[in-house]
């Protein structure tokens, strides 16, 4: 079991930034942590990943705005929200996947004029 715990949710005006935070065990190190979002009345999607290897995969999307990173020191990985559009509100959860999959329980984003 891989507990998850997400901060820095909240609202901010269009062209704003976030930073998200998921805290986990040592365990985070070695799996590929991912950054999902799920809008209301839409599917969960992937916005970003990053592998043990420090490799990062982006949604379309966010390319350009969005920057994944990972402190193995602290057992974090952040997700850093620049240029922040209305489209981005979502709730926004924090995946571990290493075989097993385990997901934080979700941080609000509302991007709101």
């Known amino acids: 079991q891989e507990q998850l715990v997400e901060s820095g949710g909240g609202s901010v005006q269009p062209g704003g930034s976030l930073r998200l935070s998921c805290t986990g065990s040592g365990r985070i190190r070695f799996a590929t942590m991912g950054w999902y979002r799920q809008a209301p009345g839409k599917q969960r999607a992937l916005v970003a990943s990053i592998t043990r290897d420090d490799s990062t995969d982006y949604a379309d999307s966010v390319k350009d705005r969005f920057i994944i990173s990972r402190d193995n020191g602290k057992n974090t990985v952040y997700l850093q929200m620049n240029d922040l559009k209305p489209e981005d509100t979502a709730v926004y959860y924090c995946?571990?996947?290493?075989?097993?999959?385990?997901w934080g329980q979700g941080t609000q984003v509302t991007v709101s004029s």
């Open positions: 995946n571990y996947y290493n075989g097993p999959q385990y």
